[in-house]
């Protein structure tokens, strides 16, 4: 996918906070914090969005969601509390097509969303 902008992070050809990465996902800070910490956790492989997962998935799935806990402990927030989010599609919300765990932290945050 030599145009989606998170393939492009991933394959550095352009510039991210990283944050983590493994053989599977990387983390890199958000480019618009909405909160003190704002990590995003990504698959190196594109998936446009989490509805596109499969079965065979299931580690990739699992990776990401005990990284997004790894951003917490590596951010200090991990006992104070933090939210994940995965927008999906049009009226979830998403604006990036490659699918990423939003690691939100860092101040006490609403609910419900908007
Ligand atoms: P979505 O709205 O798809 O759930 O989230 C996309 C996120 O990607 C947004 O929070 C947005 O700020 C972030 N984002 C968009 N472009 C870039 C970028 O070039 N670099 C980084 N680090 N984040 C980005
Ligand atoms: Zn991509």
Known sequence: ????????????????????????????????????????VIPRKHVTSIAELQDSDIELLGRLMLTGNKIAKLKGITDAGYRFVVNTGAHGGQSVFHLHLHVLGGRHLAWPPG
Do not use: W
Request: include cysteine; aromatic fraction near 8%; charge should be negative.
């Open 1 to 40: 996918m030599s145009e989606c902008l998170f393939c492009k992070i991933v394959a550095r050809t352009i510039p991210a906070a990283l944050v983590y990465e493994d053989d599977l996902v990387v983390a890199f800070d958000d480019i618009n914090p909405q909160a003190p910490t704002h990590t995003l």
